[in-house]
């Protein structure tokens, strides 16, 4: 008897409805001035809780690193990440995909500045650079360290600290584009959106630092979520995810105007070049 009555029970458990998360984390890699970041991605989880009737909370961090630690440990269930960032997050969560990404994300460019005392011009080669002192923006950016590195590499022959008098890091594009106009370093690499955002505020001296080389184009930002996202939220939550994401217009990120699907295959050339040259295994 006393068995029967503990089996009803748990079949009572079994039979009540499954309870979801109530609440969806997100966050974005902070590639740009920290407000500008936090303001696009607040409006970014509004809009998500109104499409999908789940609160959406935006979680801001200060690193790219921060980023992928955040969705590897399940304190957020989507990110905007960066190319390389979202090649770590999801090697790191295996199973996660990146679902969406800004049309211009899939032809994205670096561009090599330099301040005026340089004296380099611009070219369409890539400008001989050695000896000189030079800046990449955060050390897990695509735009601003994993591509340029790459492109430096295969053009010079050399690693950077064997191509530069002095190598730094930014915290992101916008610091790296400070530290060249103030001469602080005479070249660095930055994404060129926020370089063309710069230039719209009046933030670029043309008398100071300018665009010395643009870059071949490459797949760049993603919205990536975790594999377990309809475990958490219900079943087939993550393609009204994916709507919702490609649904967006002025609630993008970064000023994106038209978003696409994306698929982790699309990164492929990404996590090739950080296995390259050796910042992931």
């Known amino acids: 008897m006393v068995f029967f009555k503990k089996f009803n029970i748990l079949l009572f458990f079994m039979m009540l409805p499954k309870v979801f998360a109530a609440e969806l984390l997100m966050t974005a890699i902070p590639n740009d001035e920290q407000n500008i970041v936090d303001h696009h991605f607040s409006v970014v989880a509004d809009y998500l809780t109104e499409a999908l009737e789940v609160d959406v909370k935006y979680i801001p961090v200060n690193s790219y690193a921060e980023a992928v630690e955040l969705f590897k440990e399940d304190q957020v269930q989507l990110a905007w990440f960066g190319g390389l960032s979202g090649v770590q997050a999801r090697r790191a969560v295996p199973g996660s995909e990146a679902i969406a990404q800004g049309l211009e994300d899939q032809f994205f460019r670096s561009y090599f500045i330099a301040n005026a005392s340089a004296d380099i011009l611009p070219s369409k080669s890539f400008p001989n650079l050695n000896g000189y002192t030079f800046t990449f923006g955060s ?35 916008l610091e790296t584009i400070q530290k060249v106009q103030s001469g602080l370093y005479q ?12 230039v719209s505020k009046g933030l670029v001296d043309f008398q100071k630092v300018s665009v010395i080389w643009e870059s071949p184009s490459f797949p760049d930002t993603q919205w990536t979520v975790r594999a377990d996202m309809d475990q958490q939220f219900g079943q087939g ?45």
């Open 237 to 281: 939550f993550k393609k009204k995810l994916q709507q919702a994401l490609l649904s967006m217009r002025s609630a993008g990120p970064e000023s994106r105007l038209l978003y696409v699907p994306v698929e982790n295959h699309d990164y492929k050339p990404i996590e090739d070049v950080a296995r390259a040259i050796g910042l992931i295994d």
């Open 139 to 173: 050390p897990d950016s695509t735009s601003g360290r994993l591509m340029p590195q790459f492109f430096i590499e295969r053009n010079l022959g050399k690693a950077p600290h064997d191509v530069f008098r002095r190598v730094g890091f930014t915290e992101n594009h």
């Open 187 to 198: 070249v660095g690499a930055v994404d060129y959106k926020v370089w063309e955002r710069a």
